[in-house]
């Protein structure tokens, strides 16, 4: 079992910045890829951004490319999520993953383990 736990989240005006952190406790975190997704209100969850066991190799979804970045710190089991220049739409409730690779769990197939979410809203 892996244990993960969001924090971060919060109430920021458009163009701003807020950091996402995913704390994780269990199984060996530097055997799997980790990722995060988000989920608005009435919409299905949606990929948001992967990084691979070693950090090297990371995917990002269109709609975030250039804004958002991903980050991992195996010693310490932590994956970070940077968010820069953010929009009203990138509202919504951000979950960590742990999943097979980053190709995997950009099409949403072998997502092992689940944090609980944590809420972003940007406001205009």
């Known amino acids: 079992q892996v244990q993960l736990v969001e924090s971060g989240g919060g109430l920021v005006q458009a163009g701003g910045s807020l950091r996402l952190s995913c704390a994780a406790s269990?199984?060996?975190?530097?055997?799997?890829?980790m990722g995060w997704f988000r989920q608005a209100p009435g919409k299905e969850r949606e990929f948001v951004a992967a990084?691979?066991?070693?950090?090297?190799?990371?995917n990002y979804a269109d709609s975030v490319k250039g804004r958002f970045t991903i980050s991992r710190n195996n010693a310490k089991n932590t994956v970070d999520l940077q968010m820069n220049s953010l929009k009203p739409e990138d509202t919504a409730v951000y979950y960590c993953?742990?999943?097979?690779?980053?190709?995997?769990?950009?099409?949403?197939?072998?997502?092992?383990?689940w944090g609980q979410g944590t809420q972003v809203t940007v406001s205009s």
């Open positions: 993953a742990a999943g097979l690779n980053i190709a995997t769990m950009e099409g949403g197939m072998y997502n092992y383990y």
């Open positions: 269990g199984r060996t975190f530097s055997n799997y890829a």
């Open positions: 990084i691979s066991w070693s950090g090297s190799s990371t």
